[in-house]
């Protein structure tokens, strides 16, 4: 059993900064693979940014640069760090992990999720 918790969206202006957190717990020892996804009202969940079971660092290629994400294994916590927030980044985003020798960019590849914390960016 895993459970993933989400912390740290919230209404910012445009131009603003947020650093989003995902809690593990559980048999979370095998979960070589985490990473961040967002979703906004009739759209596609997307991914954003991932951390492979090397400890590398992966990004959806439109994602690199204002997303910055990291993973303190110590505390099995997932942090995502976004930079420079647009009315465009308003969605609700969601930590997964999936248990692989790879991450994916495609949601449908993980099998554990949070239930999301929601950032609204107003212009």
């Known amino acids: 059993q895993v459970h993933l918790v989400e912390s740290g969206g919230g209404s910012v202006q445009t131009g603003g900064s947020l650093r989003l957190s995902c809690a593990a717990s559980?048999?979370?020892?095998?979960?070589?693979?985490m990473g961040w996804f967002r979703q906004s009202p009739g759209e596609q969940r997307e991914g954003i940014a991932f951390?492979?079971?090397?400890?590398?660092?992966s990004y959806a290629s439109p994602r690199k640069g204002r997303f910055t994400i990291s993973k303190d294994s110590s505390k099995n916590t997932l942090v995502l760090e976004i930079d420079n927030l647009t009315p465009e980044d308003t969605a609700m985003y969601y930590c997964a992990a999936r248990r692989a020798t790879y991450c994916v960019q495609w949601a449908g590849g993980y099998p554990f999720w949070g239930q999301g914390t929601q950032v609204t960016v107003s212009s």
């Open positions: 559980g048999d979370t020892v095998s979960l070589s693979c």
């Open positions: 951390v492979e079971p090397d400890g590398s660092t």
